[in-house]
């Protein structure tokens, strides 16, 4: 039931799901967690919500209190600007090239 929702609202939450899930040893554990991101996915809408799943599947971990943190803290919305950033080191004389280390 709580997959087929989550394939509803995109491939992230599906994700976030399915590890939630699977984090338990006795799937019914996990049954309570999967509503409430249900829940969160009908407060905040599910763009937000696709989003902050997919910020979520940055961590180790995943739980609902770190998708609600994401959504209460509107960190689901900075999810364009880390994919836009650039973690290119510019030239600079100060670094050494790959000719410095034989």
Do not use: W
């Amino acid at each position: 039931y709580f997959l087929d929702k989550a394939k509803q609202i995109g491939e992230n939450a599906y994700e976030i799901m399915n590890r939630i899930l699977e984090s338990r040893t006795f799937t019914a554990q996990a049954y309570k967690a999967c509503q409430g991101l249900l829940v969160l996915s009908a407060k905040y809408g599910t763009s937000r919500f696709e989003n902050a799943c997919k910020r979520a599947m940055l961590a180790s971990r995943v739980n609902y209190r770190l998708v609600d943190n994401i959504l209460t803290n509107n960190l689901d919305k900075q999810i364009e600007e880390q994919t836009s950033l650039s973690f290119i080191i510019p030239e600079h004389e100060n670094i050494r090239g790959p000719q410095a280390y034989h």
